[in-house]
């Protein structure tokens, strides 16, 4: 009797040459892989194709050459919404909320695709995140910084994505405010949904994610599980500083 064929990666790149104008790339051959509930981290220096990677799996930068499969199936250059319908949810770093909506309504448009579910997904996301029940009927615009993430990662949880893609969600929050959001990335991991991160937080991403990945001038650098690169002497040298020491 044979063997069952393994479960395959929820998302696998090969390869991937992307960038935003012809002829300039930004992404020079990547190639990651993130394992079915994995919580996976990207980090690097400015400038080294970290949310380039994201929008170029999520169909929002042009791919080059290279693959991107959702599991196990081609989704190379697949237009954003399409990714949704199949389970992919995106939280962008900024304009990431319609702020003259309510929180509720916010929550509806990430059920668009889907009204006849919004009872029970709101449930199960406010859940997540009960501070977005206790404002439900607030306008996105007027919520704090740390608030409206969590609006944006609601939203994007709404339809019940197999994949999350976070785009720097601790970026511009107060340290009490990071640590909430990182929290809340690990309970929603938890739920046994995969999370690709990008964050500047080197730290405190690698300290969250099962393992990561160091990007630089759009290629692979170092990948390892999170504690073995916060420890690794190069990375910290060249990478994370004191950061990783603190």
Partial sequence: MSAPAPTPNVIDSTDLVAGYVPEVNILNGCNLAVGPGEFVGIIG???????????????????????????????????????????VGFVPQTNNVF????????????CFLAPKRFGDRYDVVTGLFPRL??????KAGSLSGGERQMVAMGRALMLDPSLL???????????????????RCKLINDTGVAILMVEQNARRCLQVCHRGYVLDQGRNAYTASGRELLGDPKVIELYLGTLARA
């Fill in 45 to 87: 220096p400015n400038g080294a194709g970290k949310s380039t990677f994201l929008k170029a799996v999520f169909g929002l930068v042009p791919v080059r050459s290279g693959t991107v499969l959702l599991h196990g199936q081609d989704i190379t250059g697949m237009a954003a919404h399409k990714l949704v319908q199949r389970g």
């Fill in 99 to 110: 702020q003259t909506l309510t929180v509720r309504e916010n929550l509806q448009m990430g």
């Fill in 133 to 138: 029940a206790e404002r439900a009927d607030q």
């Fill in 165 to 183: 893609l976070l785009d720097e969600p601790s970026a511009g929050l107060s340290p009490m405010l990071q640590d909430e959001v990182f929290l």
